[in-house]
């Protein structure tokens, strides 16, 4: 049985949203460790154990001809370390995947969940980075996923201390 959470005495900040993404395609290959980061938000100044309403949505095209597993995840660091991509850290309570097939040809994915910033969290403004990676036992060199365009979103409310 999961353990149920909340967010006692916090208070809801406005939520940051980006829907700019950082690249049109997704490399097709065998590995579940070779994603691309697909969009991320920059928020305010984050606290250890501020929870976060984390929610996002992107749309591929499978133009390959076989089955294609697509996996999505998101990952955080600081804003502030000049080497935060290098240092990210990925969020293990939220892993996702659907397979593309070649009838489905177009999945969308629409996910959301809440996480809370782990005691360790260095007060400062955090990055959140949607990773998605495209993988099959079929692929060949070269194969892309198509990310649809103006479909995709990352979002996050952040529930924190009212003296914060």
């Known amino acids: 049985m999961a353990i149920t959470q909340t967010a006692p ?3 809801c900040q406005p939520p940051v949203w980006c829907n700019e993404l950082d690249t049109e395609e997704i490399p097709v290959d065998l590995p579940t460790t ?3 980061r697909l969009i991320r938000v920059v928020l305010p100044a984050t606290l250890a154990g501020d929870v976060l309403d984390i929610s996002f949505k ?3 095209t499978n133009d390959c001809g076989y089955n294609i597993g697509v996996g999505a995840h998101i990952w955080y660091y600081a804003y502030a370390d ?3 991509w290098a240092n990210r ?3 293990d309570d939220m892993l996702t995947g659907e397979n593309v097939t070649p009838d489905v040809h177009h999945l969308a994915m ?3 969940f809440s996480w809370r910033v782990p005691a360790d969290w260095t ?3 955090m990055v959140l980075a949607l990773v998605v990676d495209a993988h099959s036992t079929a692929w060949k060199a070269g194969d892309t996923l198509t990310v649809e365009p103006g479909y995709a979103q990352l979002r996050a409310h952040r529930w924190t201390d009212p003296a914060a």
């Open 9 to 11: 005495g916090k208070i």
């Open 34 to 36: 070779t994603g691309k």
């Open 58 to 60: 992107f749309g591929v």
């Open 82 to 84: 000049p080497n935060g």
């Open 89 to 91: 850290v990925r969020i």
């Open 110 to 112: 629409d996910v959301s």
């Open 123 to 125: 007060a400062g403004r």
